[in-house]
């Protein structure tokens, strides 16, 4: 696609003068890294706190009295196991074979009102299935992660600094209102905030002088991939369901109906053919996607996502193999016509602080 017809962030100016590279993620012109690099932005999200422009993620706004029985009626999760103030996460599922459509955020800002967050190229699709209005051009979405992620937000706005994990609160800054949740997907304990276009350049400017770490989306992918989170259009999308992934505890079976249960439902009682599982090599080669996972010489599944960890200083990976093969197991990965063991591990490969 061409770099011209890719919709920008309202904080694209920003990225142009810290001298990012950019690169193209769900029809978005999106910055990769800065001159730091990937490695250096990723180790200062683990170390200290780095934020990350999150703007071509979607927006749907659902209001109005029947909203929380519409939400629960198309999507696995129970809304009615949280309330106003709160966040959820949960996958929205093909009524006919029970793949994940998307896998989202749900912000319930106030009673009447919540803030669907699908990722980037599904945002239509939820439109059609929620109705609700699209409100992602109204503003930027900034995620600020790390350790030290709470007490640098604070220094720009205590009342968003002082949210709680995944908790959700309105905050005013600049004279704008603006949402700050406890959510993110880096593994660390962190918050996202949504603000408006016409304070977003200034509120990304105030978290840069209170000492965040400007981090692009390719340091966001490892650090997803240390926390072993699922990524739509990897380890989730279609053929793919919630319990394949290893997601059922996503799913409410006692909540009533939601889009896609019956087919789930029969394939939970028939019992999986395939699960996600997480794979580590040995060395600083890494693994990569659509690589073959054998199994005396027989190849029995596929990697879905590979990169090199940071942190571990090995490659680490996660793939759909059959679900006898078990954690402990050793396997053989194809990496490049070279054949490689790795071991099955407990994920995630790195825990992450939390608070």
């Not at 061409?2 to 962030?9: D, E, I, R, Y």
């Not at 309202?10 to 800065?34: C, I, Q, S, T």
């Not at 989306?217 to 650090?223: S, V």
Request: with cysteine; aromatic share 6%; proline share 5%.
């Amino acid at each position: 696609m061409n770099s011209n017809t890719l919709k920008q962030s309202p904080l694209h100016n920003e990225h142009v003068v810290a001298g990012a590279k950019f690169a193209e993620f769900g029809g978005w012109n999106m910055p990769l890294n800065y001159s730091s690099g990937t490695l250096a932005e990723h180790m200062a999200c683990r170390q200290g706190a780095a934020m990350f422009d999150v703007s071509h993620l979607g927006t749907v706004r659902v209001t109005g009295p029947d909203s929380q029985s519409c939400l629960n009626s198309a999507f696995t999760n129970d809304l009615g196991k949280i309330g106003p103030g709160r966040a959820q996460y949960t996958h929205l599922l093909d009524a006919v074979d029970a793949s994940v459509v998307d896998d989202i955020i749900v912000w319930w800002v106030s009673p009447d009102r919540f803030d669907v967050m699908p990722n980037a190229s599904n945002t239509d699709r939820i439109v059609s299935v929620l109705g609700g209005v699209d409100v992602t051009s109204t503003r930027a979405v900034i995620a600020v992660q790390g350790p030290t992620s709470r007490v640098i937000v604070a220094r720009v706005s205590p009342d968003a600094g002082a949210v709680a994990h995944f908790g959700v609160t309105e905050f005013v800054w600049n004279g704008a209102v603006c949402v700050a949740a406890g959510t993110g997907y880096t593994g660390e304990v962190g918050l996202e905030l949504a603000v408006p276009n016409d304070v977003a350049p200034a509120m990304w400017q105030a978290l840069v002088a209170a000492g965040a770490t400007p981090a692009g989306l390719g340091a966001r992918d490892t650090l997803r991939l240390e926390a072993a989170l699922p990524l739509h259009g990897h380890e989730l999308g279609a053929g793919i369901t919630s319990l394949q992934a290893g997601l059922s505890w996503v799913v409410s079976w006692t909540k009533g109906d939601f889009i896609g249960r019956l087919a789930l439902m029969a394939e939970r009682d028939a019992g999986i053919a395939r699960r996600l599982r997480a794979f580590v090599t040995e060395g600083r080669r890494p693994p990569r996607a659509g690589q073959s996972v054998l199994v005396d010489g027989v190849v029995v599944g596929e990697l879905t996502s590979g990169n090199y960890s940071p942190i571990r200083e090995c490659g680490i990976a996660l793939g759909f193999v059959p679900p006898d093969i078990e954690i402990g197991a050793t396997v053989q990965l194809d990496v490049r016509g070279t054949t490689v063991d790795a071991v099955v591990v407990k994920p995630p490969f790195v825990t992450a602080t939390r608070s």
